[in-house]
């Protein structure tokens, strides 16, 4: 089993920077991938970005890239989601999940292992 807790999310105003942090307890950190999505109201979870398990590999959603940066510290047993330049549309629970395969999916149902989510609220 593996534990993960998300932390960092908030209100920020449109334009504005948070930094998500997701701490892993369990097993070995570094046997996982991880991944953030992201859900809406009324809306289906989604993905946002996937790291592999030594961070040199990175993946992202279009409606992210160039905005987000997912990164993470094998020796913290953490990942982190820094988020710039957010807008409206980035309003979600962001939850962090974890991956024991070597596939690179962006379906939720893939992903073995979820946190409980952190409300991040972009206002105007």
């Known amino acids: 089993q593996v534990q993960l807790v998300e932390s960092g999310g908030g209100l920020v105003q449109a334009g504005g920077s948070l930094r998500l942090s997701c701490a892993a307890s369990?097993?070995?950190?570094?046997?996982?991938?991880m991944g953030w999505f992201r859900q809406a109201p009324g809306k289906e979870r989604e993905f946002v970005a996937r790291?592999?398990?030594?961070?040199?590999?990175?993946y992202y959603a279009d409606s992210v890239k160039g905005r987000f940066t997912i990164s993470r510290d094998n020796a913290k047993n953490t990942a982190y989601l820094q988020m710039n330049s957010l807008k409206l549309e980035d309003t979600a629970i962001y939850y962090c999940?974890?991956?024991?395969?070597?596939?690179?999916?962006?379906?939720?149902?893939?992903?073995?292992?979820w946190g409980q989510g952190t409300q991040v609220t972009v206002s105007s």
């Open positions: 999940a974890a991956d024991s395969s070597y596939t690179i999916s962006k379906v939720p149902g893939w992903w073995d292992y």
């Open positions: 369990g097993r070995t950190f570094s046997n996982y991938a």
């Open positions: 790291i592999n398990r030594s961070g040199a590999t990175t």
